[in-house]
């Protein structure tokens, strides 16, 4: 079945400076969604990239879809204490309405 | 009204009890989901419930029974459930028609099971 992994699993990052997750497909994907969980709480959805090398901004966050459309990016800037949680990518399997999350990258901020 | 409503948050239950988990949408959304998340791993996938009927069971032990009553509602029926099980399950909801739109998730209910 289709697999979805994430690197790193762990990001320690000093507040205000930038670090970039990375996600990877074993298979082609119609599309990949993005989420965010806070320590003790429960995914949130962020944005959703359709098209090949399509790139979206969500204030300090920016998402990019790979031109194969096998892998994305998420890149935060300036990063804050707010930024602290997991991150996961997620992709569709091609039959049925399935949702596999890759494994998440763990960010912890350094003020 | 934009969220999904996970009852109870807590949930402390013997192997040999019947419990139910509760979930509950008003957005029109007509596929659910139950996802297991175990400590510092993803959320899994167990089922799929689109127009209130089971699309996909991934492969989950029959002490886990899920119930769609109408399509605002989706339960989870536990039965004589293993301390393995314990976990945080997780109930989300999505459109079938928007290709936009990713799933919105409960707060889910934290289960121990002793």
Redesign the interface.
């Known amino acids: 079945g289709q697999q979805v992994m994430q690197i790193p699993q762990y990001q320690h990052v000093q507040e205000g400076e930038d670090f970039t997750t990375y996600c990877n497909s074993s298979t082609t994907l119609s599309n990949i969604q993005w989420y965010k969980q806070r320590p003790g709480g429960h995914p949130v959805f962020l944005i959703q990239l359709v098209k090949s090398g399509e790139v979206k901004k969500q204030k300090r966050l920016t998402f990019q879809f790979g031109e194969a459309k096998k892998n994305s990016s998420l890149h935060i800037t300036a990063t804050q204490t707010t930024d602290v949680g997991t991150y996961f990518c997620a992709g569709p399997e091609a039959a049925g309405n399935k949702l596999t999350f890759g494994g998440g990258t763990r960010v912890l901020v350094k003020p | 009204d934009t969220e999904v409503t996970q009852t109870p948050k807590h949930l402390v239950m013997g192997m040999t009890n019947k419990k139910s988990l509760k979930c509950e949408q008003h957005m029109g959304h007509r596929?659910m989901y139950w996802y297991k998340q175990k400590a510092?791993?993803?959320?899994?996938?167990m089922f799929?419930y689109?127009y209130e009927k089971l699309?996909?069971n991934e492969s989950v032990p029959s002490r886990f029974s899920p119930e769609c009553p109408n399509s605002s509602l989706l339960n989870l029926h536990l039965h004589a459930l293993q301390p393995e099980d314990s976990a945080?399950y997780?109930c989300a909801s999505?459109p079938?028609d928007r290709?936009?739109?990713?799933?919105?998730?409960?707060?889910?209910t934290r289960l121990t099971v002793v």
């Open positions: 596929a510092k791993k993803p959320p899994e996938l799929v689109s699309s996909i945080l997780l999505s079938l290709m936009d739109y990713g799933y919105t998730f409960g707060s889910g």
